[in-house]
């Protein structure tokens, strides 16, 4: 059906920045969202940006506005969140996400219909 596969996690010191990135492949829907959430030890997984693929509208997590920003490349049916000025509270697994457009706000998993394998991003001080 839709496959996604995420690359780019890693190590990197407080302050630093590193780039995640998502390919897509499989169905194509005529509209969809592709969004990045995150997951630390004992805390329930949160919402951290999204980007609507037909249009630059583009939705962040007031945790990560300035700092992150999500991109996508049609051609490569990749998105990709570039992560600045990471903090060890940035600390977790990341996840790309991908559900059709419909009327569902992108902000709650729960309304994701597929997900990568996730990427551990680390920040240490």
């Known amino acids: 059906q839709v496959q996604l596969v995420e690359s780019g996690g890693g190590l990197v010191q407080a302050g630093g920045s590193l780039r995640l990135s998502c390919a897509r492949s499989?169905?194509?829907?005529?509209?969809?969202?592709m969004g990045w959430f995150r997951q630390a030890p004992g805390k329930e997984r949160e919402f951290v940006a999204a980007?609507?693929?037909?249009?630059?509208?583009?939705y962040y997590a007031d945790s990560v506005r300035g700092r992150f920003s999500i991109s996508k490349d049609n051609a490569k049916n990749t998105v990709y969140l570039q992560m600045n000025n990471l903090k060890p509270e940035d600390t977790a697994a990341y996840y790309c996400?991908?559900?059709?457009?419909?009327?569902?706000?992108?902000?709650?998993?729960?309304?994701?219909?597929?997900w990568g394998q996730g990427t551990q991003v680390t920040v240490s001080s």
């Open positions: 996400a991908s559900k059709t457009l419909g009327s569902t706000l992108p902000y709650n998993y729960n309304n994701y219909d597929y």
């Open positions: 980007i609507r693929w037909s249009a630059p509208s583009t």
């Open positions: 499989g169905r194509t829907f005529s509209s969809y969202v």
